[in-house]
C-alpha cells in the first residue's frame, strides 16, 4: 500500500477533512458518523481494539486484532465506512442497526471474523482481512444501540452480520510477540465482555447539504 508520512493513501480524504476544519472536537454532533476515525473501548477490560501486521500463527494466519491498554497507540485508529457496495455518506450519522465496515487505518484491513477458532480462548477468531479497505462480506458489522443513532458517548454492541457473533474481549492475554496484549473475539451470545465506546478520534461533521436533508 501506498503510504505518504506513514498514512495510508485510503485515509488521506479522511485527514484532509481534519485539517481544513481544524477538527470536530467542538461541534455539537454527538453521533459517530460515516468516514470518523476513531479508537474503540472495550468498556469491560478497558482495552482498546487494535490491530498491527502481525499474523496468527494458527487459525486462518490473517493479521491479528488485538486489545491494548495504552490509549495513545496509533495502531488503535478505525475508520468507520459502509458496507460493499453501498457506502455511507460521509458526515451522515451511523443509526442503531445501520450494517459498517471498521477499517484499521494503519494496514487498509477490515474487522474481520469467519468460523476459526481464536488461539487462546477457543472463541470465534476475529482477524484484519483484505487489501487497500476492500476485502469480502465477512468484514460487515451491525451496530446494537438503544436509541436512533450511535451517540459518542453510549456503549453499543458490533455484532457480525455472517455468522452473528457479537466483538468481544474476555480477558486472555497474548505472550511474545504481543505480550500483555488481550484476546479479541466473537462470542456467540452479548454479554458485560461486548460492549464497546467510541473514544478518542476525528468525527467528521454533517455536510451542510445533510443537515438541511435532516431538517426537511
Known amino acids: 500500500m501506498k503510504l505518504i508520512r506513514g498514512v495510508p493513501v485510503l485515509f488521506l480524504p479522511l485527514l484532509l477533512v481534519l485539517w481544513s476544519s481544524g477538527g470536530s472536537a467542538d461541534s455539537d454532533i454527538n453521533s459517530v458518523t460515516c468516514g470518523s476515525l476513531v479508537k474503540l473501548l472495550n468498556t469491560r477490560h478497558n482495552v482498546r481494539l487494535h490491530s498491527h501486521d502481525v499474523k496468527y500463527g494458527s487459525g486462518s494466519g490473517q493479521q491479528s486484532v488485538t486489545g491494548v491498554e495504552s490509549a495513545d497507540d496509533a495502531n488503535s485508529y478505525w475508520q468507520i465506512r459502509g458496507k460493499p457496495h453501498k457506502p455511507c455518506q460521509r458526515g451522515a450519522a451511523i443509526k442503531c442497526g445501520d450494517t459498517i465496515r471498521i477499517t484499521h487505518m494503519k494496514t487498509g484491513r477490515n474487522l474481520h471474523t469467519h468460523h476459526f477458532?481464536?488461539?487462546?480462548?477457543?472463541?470465534?477468531?476475529?482477524?484484519?482481512?483484505?487489501?487497500?479497505?476492500?476485502?469480502?462480506?465477512?468484514?460487515?458489522?451491525?451496530?446494537?444501540?438503544?436509541?436512533?443513532?450511535?451517540?459518542?458517548?453510549?456503549?453499543?454492541?458490533?455484532?457480525?452480520?455472517?455468522?452473528?457473533?457479537?466483538?468481544?474481549?474476555?480477558?486472555?492475554?497474548?505472550?511474545?510477540?504481543?505480550?500483555?496484549?488481550?484476546?479479541?473475539?466473537?462470542?456467540?451470545?452479548?454479554?458485560?465482555?461486548?460492549?464497546?465506546?467510541?473514544?478518542?478520534?476525528?468525527?467528521?461533521?454533517?455536510?451542510?447539504?445533510?443537515?438541511?436533508?435532516?431538517?426537511?
Not at 487497500?132 to 453499543?156: F, I, T
Not at 510477540?177 to 465506546?197: A, F, T
Request: aromatic share 8%.
Open 117 to 216: 477458532s481464536s488461539p487462546l480462548s477457543n472463541n470465534q477468531e476475529v482477524s484484519a482481512f483484505g487489501e487497500n479497505g476492500e476485502g469480502d462480506d465477512l468484514d460487515v458489522w451491525a451496530v446494537q444501540c438503544d436509541g436512533d443513532h450511535w451517540e459518542r458517548d453510549e456503549v453499543v454492541r458490533f455484532k457480525h452480520v455472517g455468522t452473528d457473533v457479537f466483538l468481544s474481549v474476555t480477558g486472555e492475554q497474548y505472550g511474545h510477540p504481543i505480550r500483555g496484549q488481550r484476546e479479541v473475539h466473537g462470542m456467540s451470545s452479548p454479554g458485560q465482555h461486548s460492549w464497546w465506546r467510541a473514544m478518542e478520534g476525528v468525527f467528521i461533521q454533517p455536510s451542510p447539504e445533510l443537515l438541511r436533508h435532516d431538517e426537511l
